[in-house]
């Protein structure tokens, strides 16, 4: 089955412990990218990647880092985690031939 | 960044038709999309139109684009209390590579039996 999967679903933290947040397409799509969502707010690019090696900013970069070393894989790291930084956070990926964009179910993070 | 809007709630009866309004700034956007996101779970591609359109109907969506006003609307006919979501307008600018694209605040309707 085609799928974007994110793990953890859920993840309660402190402040300042490094966390990663996987993200993993099986369809071979060229591109990748991180949203967070926050109630009022809709849905804000954090990261994007075009292929393997290639990343580049969205409109919240900051406090994120993403890599992409395979291209199936695009994970989500925050370094110094902070409590603005509790969202719902959704990867998504995409052909390059295509329009159509596929979304991970989400991966709710609470930062205390 | 570009600034796309939305109306944040829409109320309908079961059986009416529904419409969503978004406005975008980018007049040269060429890619326009319509997302569905049902509670808990991710977006869902419903639709999209290319800028060189002004409609497109696929079953009981319609859209439609006013490309000199920068406006888009997505009207759903019919209305069934499982279309029920949250609906995000998103454009994909010109010279925007295929994965940038900007999002509205979403639309919450609410589809009363």
């Known amino acids: 089955e085609a799928q974007v999967t994110q793990n953890p679903r859920y993840l309660i933290t402190v402040t300042g412990k490094k966390l990663t947040v996987t993200c993993s397409q099986n369809m071979n799509h060229e591109y990748m990218s991180w949203y967070r969502q926050d109630p009022g707010l809709g849905l804000r690019q954090i990261y994007y990647s075009m292929n393997v090696e290639v990343t580049d900013k969205g409109d919240v970069p900051e406090g994120y880092k993403v890599s992409r070393k395979e291209k199936r894989n695009f994970p989500l790291i925050l370094e110094s985690p902070s409590p603005n930084q509790t969202s719902l956070y959704f990867c998504?990926?995409?052909?390059?031939?295509?329009?159509?964009?596929?979304f991970g179910p989400g991966t709710r993070l609470t930062v205390t | 960044g570009e600034d796309v809007e939305q109306s944040l709630f829409l109320s309908v009866r079961e059986g009416d038709s529904s419409v969503i309004n978004c406005t975008y700034t980018?007049?040269?956007?060429?890619?326009l999309y319509w997302y569905k996101q049902e509670p808990g779970a991710g977006l869902q591609l419903l639709t999209y139109i290319f800028s060189n359109m002004d409609m497109k109907q696929d079953q009981r969506l319609t859209v439609l684009l006013n490309k000199k006003d920068k406006h888009l609307s997505l009207r759903i006919a019919d209305t069934q209390t499982g279309d029920s979501a949250i609906y995000f307008c998103?454009?994909?600018?010109?010279?925007?590579?295929?994965?940038?694209?900007?999002f509205g605040r979403g639309t919450q309707l609410t589809v009363w039996p």
């Open positions: 998103a454009e994909r600018p010109r010279g925007s590579t295929l994965g940038r694209l900007y």
């Open positions: 998504a990926s995409t052909r390059s031939d295509s329009q159509i964009q596929y």
């Open positions: 980018d007049s040269s956007s060429t890619y």
